[in-house]
Nanobody
Framework: QVQLVESGGGLVQAGGTLRLSCTVSGTIFSINLMGWYRQAPGKQREPVAL???????RYSNSVKGRFIISRDNARNTMALEMSSLQPEDTAVYYC???????????????WGQGTQVTVSS
């Protein structure tokens, strides 16, 4: 079974930086897409940054220029470097992977348990 574990969340002042990490364990045959999502209290979960299998990266308009997503295929990890953090970035951040467990299988979506990021003003 594929498991994703996030780390690196915490409390930071506005203007500060944080680095989130996501470690993937278990058997995965191929990865189509990896990404970071966030969910603020009372709001729906939203995509923040995505990276494809060919390392194409996409960002939401709200974080473009401030956040950087990266992945290390050899280590099965993904990171999110967050800078110039603002109170509106406060949310639980989740990592996500869409991939196949074995050849011929349909792609599945896997989620981590989330890590809290709180930005104080």
């Amino acid at each position: 079974q594929v498991q994703l574990v996030e780390s690196g969340g915490g409390l930071v002042q506005a203007g500060g930086t944080l680095r989130l990490s996501c470690t993937v364990s278990g058997t995965i045959f191929s990865i189509n897409l990896m990404g970071w999502y966030r969910q603020a209290p009372g709001k729906q979960r939203e995509p923040v940054a995505l990276v494809t299998s060919d390392d194409t990266k996409r960002y939401s308009n709200s974080v473009k220029g401030r956040f950087i997503i990266s992945r290390d295929n050899a280590r099965n990890t993904m990171a999110l470097e967050m800078s110039s953090l603002q109170p509106e970035d406060t949310a639980v951040y989740y990592c996500n992977l869409i991939g196949k467990g074995a050849p011929g299988h349909l792609p599945e979506s896997f989620w981590g348990q989330g890590t809290q990021v709180t930005v104080s003003s």
